[in-house]
């Protein structure tokens, strides 16, 4: 059965403006899912007009009961587990097994910055005696925050719950493709006390709605998640507003397996690495670096393990049409560039996959770190695997790419661990393991994988600016 979505706004539902709709279709059979509003400028100046109005009484509200609330909204998430599971799931394609995994972890930032908001303080400055100096973290006001199709409601609390702990108001636009989940955490915010304003949520696409409230003069932060492209052209807005941002973009990691390491380990987390949410992961394991010598056997177990997986059970679909036509293409090019897949590489037939967007883990040997399957960003199950011979020659085809989002390092020499680890231009970096850590953990990228941090205390203090006071005796 189809649902009809309208914006949030103020705290009640609001059909779009001029009435504009869109429909989501289910990434498994193609069925539609839901229809949500198509916003536009008018939309998104009132979301805007109304988070701005709010603004004044939320800054002011003391920071344990802003933090009540968000651990309030973290357990009314909690308590909605099984429908914000079945939307995420109809929406997205993620498996049974995974989307409640994406709703906890939802819950939880919300349940974090809860507890952490007390700890936003400044610090005071010693201009001898005659002087009181003294800093005050404060919040932008009106955060715009634009998210992806990949992960809707883990992308939008990671956001919002840091800017609204540090007093900010929000206004919301998730990807068109996956809004349902989002909608429904702005309403239960609504329900467990969140004052009309604070977070409001416009849906439509990033033309339309996310551009127009990049631009919005009201706005005083956006962050942004999502591709290069988009976010050039939310930096080129952002330049000319002088608006902060914080951008988190795509990837192309490496992942590094030294011959000494537990295979075992490597070789399960490896393929963790790149099959995880049908590799829609912008810091997924992509490039997988295996010194030379267990070259053989580590592609040789990775093909076996990629060969268990079920799709459609253990591996959802590719999330919408042109991303299954990208990964398509993506075969496409590694064979021409000279790439062989031992596993994967082609499309499945109509009968494997139905009416759905699925397609095969794939792993390509012979690559060179200069061929397109290693340096773009495919954001599906693909595996391109490359060898080095020593410790500089695996850190120098590391750190030779545009991304520097995540990496990993598998050995049992805990010196080389962090030797690798000092030199790799990454903002993670993972040993013996890919993608541990949680909401306390700082996330963000170097290079064009953007700038800014999520998660952690850093994501608290990137939604604030220092005021500096002094005072004369």
């Not at 919301?172 to 969140?194: D, N």
């Not at 002088?242 to 987390?269: C, H, M, Q, Y």
């Not at 495919?378 to 989002?405: Q, R, T, Y």
């Not at 939604?463 to 004369?472: E, R």
Request: include cysteine; aromatic fraction near 6%.
């Amino acid at each position: 059965m189809s649902l009809t979505f309208d914006h949030w706004i103020g705290g009640r539902s609001v059909p779009p403006r001029d009435g504009g709709r869109m429909s989501s279709p289910n990434p498994v059979d193609g069925t539609e899912t839901a229809t949500i509003a198509v916003g536009t400028a008018e939309d998104v100046d009132a979301a805007v007009s109304s988070s701005a109005a709010a603004a004044s009484a939320w800054r002011r509200q003391r920071p344990i009961e802003r933090g009540r609330l968000l651990m309030r909204l973290a357990a009314a998430i909690e308590s909605h587990a099984e429908e914000l599971a079945a939307l995420e799931s109809a929406q997205t394609g993620k498996p049974a097994w995974h989307a409640p995994m994406e709703i906890a972890s939802s819950a939880a930032y919300f349940e974090f910055y809860g507890g952490l908001v007390n700890s936003l303080h400044g610090s005071t400055i010693d201009l001898g005696p005659n002087h009181h100096c003294f800093t005050r973290q404060e919040p932008f006001g009106v955060v715009g925050i634009i998210t992806p199709w990949n992960a809707p409601l883990n992308q939008a609390a990671r956001a919002a719950a840091p800017a609204l702990a540090a007093g900010n108001v929000v206004v919301l636009k998730p990807s068109e493709y996956s809004s349902a989940t989002t909608l429904v955490l702005a309403r239960l915010a609504t329900e467990v006390g969140f004052p009309d304003g604070v977070l409001n949520v416009v849906t439509g696409d990033g033309a339309g709605a996310g551009s127009a409230l990049v631009k919005h003069p009201d706005v005083r932060k956006v962050a942004f998640t999502g591709s290069v492209r988009a976010g050039q052209q939310i930096g080129q807005i952002a330049a000319d507003r002088i608006l902060p941002l914080t951008l988190e973009l795509g990837g192309k990691s490496a992942n590094i397996v030294f011959a000494d390491a537990d295979l075992s380990r490597a070789v399960a987390g490896s393929l963790n690495a790149f099959v995880l949410n049908t590799g829609q992961i912008c810091s997924a394991g992509t490039r997988l670096l295996v010194q030379r010598e267990i070259h053989d056997e580590v592609v040789e177990k990775l093909v076996e393990a990629s060969r268990a997986l079920t799709v459609g059970d253990k591996l959802g679909p590719v999330t919408t049409a042109a991303q299954y036509a990208k990964v398509l293409e993506y075969f496409d090019i590694a064979e021409a560039d000279g790439a062989f897949a031992v596993v994967g590489g082609a499309a499945l037939s109509d009968e494997q996959r139905g009416s759905g967007y699925f397609v095969p883990p794939t792993i390509y040997i012979g690559v060179d770190n200069t061929m397109r399957i290693a340096r773009e960003e495919v954001f599906g199950p693909v595996l391109a695997v490359i060898p080095f011979d020593d410790e500089d020659h695996a850190i120098a085809i590391a750190n030779d790419s545009e991304f520097g989002l995540a990496s990993g390092v598998w050995t049992t020499d805990i010196s080389r661990a962090l030797r690798v680890a000092d030199q790799i231009e990454a903002g993670q970096v993972f040993v013996n393991t890919w993608l541990a850590g949680g909401v306390e953990t700082p996330f963000g990228g170097y290079k064009q994988s953007g700038y800014g941090r999520e998660k952690g205390v850093e994501a608290l203090l990137h939604y604030t600016q220092v005021k500096c006071v002094t005072v004369a005796l």
